[in-house]
């Protein structure tokens, strides 16, 4: 299946896409739709004939899950990444968070704030969670994974590395396209651990280009890990790094100014378009 979170008449509805149409799945967005045991059944047994559809031409999306309790991200974890970092491959996930108010839709503009000159693009596969766990292993971390999104880690790089960690460098304000799909993996090939192609361009210009089989730590291995230290709730999301070819590590660095139109794509997943919008500050 294929979830996602559409804005329409002012608010919002889980949907879920059939054909040329969105079903409404009787819920105000898909973090509320994974809130309850059978979402799956539920989601599943939804049809254009007895419930309300939408065209899927002109379809606005917000972020697929609005409100995650949390959204745990990992660095460094594609091996050509770590490489043109500079850095050596890690023993354990490098391990940091963004906010709910940080996401954006598929389709939203970036606001690119006026305190940075290092605005950078991340292009991620993302976990989002399906059930409560905390210490699950194997199986039960497995059945955790309730799909996968698209997400563009947009990153401040200059306040990144104004300190030792980077928790500033990555919060700010509408910053982080999310979506514009949950895709359950059985529709993946790979499933749970998915082989997929990962690709990102600003203004049709091929930024990065790799696979999601080049992962140090895979979707499962994430879940067992980030579930040891907290309890994942559904909705949660987990991005889970970046491929490499990134602005700053570019010689000299590339980065976004504003005005360009940034495309994160994920095979068999979905699509982020994003305009990167000077945000003026208050």
């Known amino acids: 299946m294929k979830l996602a979170t559409l804005r329409t008449d002012g608010t919002t509805r889980a949907v879920r896409l059939d054909g040329d149409v969105l079903v409404d799945l009787g819920v105000p967005d898909v973090g509320t739709l994974l809130g309850q045991d059978d979402w799956a059944e539920r989601a599943a047994a939804?049809?254009?004939?007895?419930?309300?559809?939408?065209a899927l031409d002109g379809a606005e999306y917000a972020p697929v899950v609005p409100?995650?309790?949390?959204?745990?991200?990992?660095?460094?974890?594609?091996?050509?990444?770590?490489?043109?970092?500079?850095?050596?491959?890690?023993?354990?996930p490098t391990?940091?968070?963004k906010f709910a108010d940080t996401l954006i839709g598929a389709g939203d503009d970036i606001l690119r704030p006026d305190e940075t000159d290092q605005f950078d693009w991340e292009a991620e596969?993302?976990?989002?969670?399906?059930?409560?766990v905390r210490r699950a292993r194997g199986a039960e971390a497995e059945q955790a994974i309730a799909g996968f999104t698209v997400l563009n880690d947009i990153t401040c790089r200059d306040w990144q590395f104004r300190t030792r960690e980077w928790l500033q460098g990555k919060m700010w304000d509408s910053s982080t396209p999310?979506?514009?799909?949950?895709?359950?993996?059985?529709?993946?090939?790979?499933?749970?651990?998915?082989?997929?192609?990962?690709?990102?361009t600003v203004d049709?210009?091929?930024?990065?280009?790799?696979?999601?089989?080049?992962?140090?730590?895979?979707?499962?291995?994430?879940v067992e890990y980030v579930s040891t230290i907290v309890r994942l709730n559904p909705g949660d999301?987990?991005?889970?790094?970046t491929p490499g070819g990134v602005g700053h590590a570019r010689k000299p660095g590339r980065y976004l100014l504003g005005g360009e139109t940034v495309v994160t794509e994920i095979e068999g997943?979905?699509?982020l378009e994003n305009r990167v919008v000077k945000e003026k500050a208050v």
Do not use: W
């Open 95 to 97: 391990l940091f968070a």
């Open 269 to 271: 997943i979905g699509r």
């Open 46 to 54: 939804a049809t254009p004939g007895d419930a309300t559809a939408y």
């Open 237 to 241: 999301i987990i991005a889970t790094g």
């Open 125 to 132: 596969l993302a976990v989002v969670v399906g059930k409560r």
């Open 204 to 222: 049709g210009e091929v930024m990065q280009s790799d696979t999601t089989a080049d992962l140090l730590f895979d979707p499962v291995a994430l």
């Open 178 to 200: 999310v979506g514009p799909y949950l895709v359950t993996p059985d529709e993946l090939p790979g499933g749970v651990r998915p082989a997929l192609d990962v690709r990102l």
């Open 67 to 92: 409100q995650p309790s949390k959204v745990v991200c990992v660095g460094l974890n594609y091996r050509n990444h770590i490489q043109e970092m500079g850095r050596d491959l890690p023993e354990h």
